[in-house]
């Protein structure tokens, strides 16, 4: 089993920046990738970004997220700028083996270990 927890979550102006973090621990030969989806109050949870062989972003935050994943640490991280009041969501960190197909990961394919969530507000 693989256990994340994220950190890093808050309020920020729109155009500000904020960190968010997702400490990953247990069994990592068992992770290939890891990333963030986002949910709002009564929508479906999206795809934000996910590392592995390959990175991948949803078009909504490409330019203005980033991605990165330390694999001696066993942590990554999501850098957000430029944040708009759309952005607003809980943010979870996600970890697991991964997917090859063609936008698999916006289904989460593969990503079998999920933290319990990071709220970001982002005020107008």
């Known amino acids: 089993?693989?256990?994340?927890?994220?950190?890093?979550?808050?309020?920020?102006?729109?155009?500000?920046?904020?960190?968010?973090?997702?400490?990953?621990?247990?069994?990592?030969?068992?992770?290939?990738?890891?990333?963030?989806?986002?949910?709002?109050?009564?929508?479906?949870?999206?795809?934000?970004?996910?590392?592995?062989?390959?990175?991948?972003?949803?078009?909504?935050?490409?330019?203005?997220?980033?991605v990165s994943w330390d694999t001696i640490k066993n942590a990554v991280y999501l850098q957000m700028n430029s944040l708009k009041p759309e952005d607003t969501a809980v943010y979870y960190c996600a970890a697991g083996r991964g997917c090859t197909g063609h936008g698999c990961y916006n289904q989460a394919y593969g990503m079998e270990y999920w933290g319990k969530g990071a709220l970001v507000t982002v005020s107008s």
């Open 1 to 66: 089993q693989v256990q994340v927890v994220e950190s890093g979550g808050g309020t920020v102006l729109a155009g500000g920046s904020l960190r968010l973090s997702c400490a990953a621990s247990g069994n990592m030969f068992l992770v290939n990738a890891m990333g963030w989806y986002r949910q709002v109050s009564g929508k479906q949870r999206e795809l934000v970004a996910v590392a592995s062989s390959l990175t991948v972003y949803a078009d909504a935050v490409k330019g203005r997220f980033t």
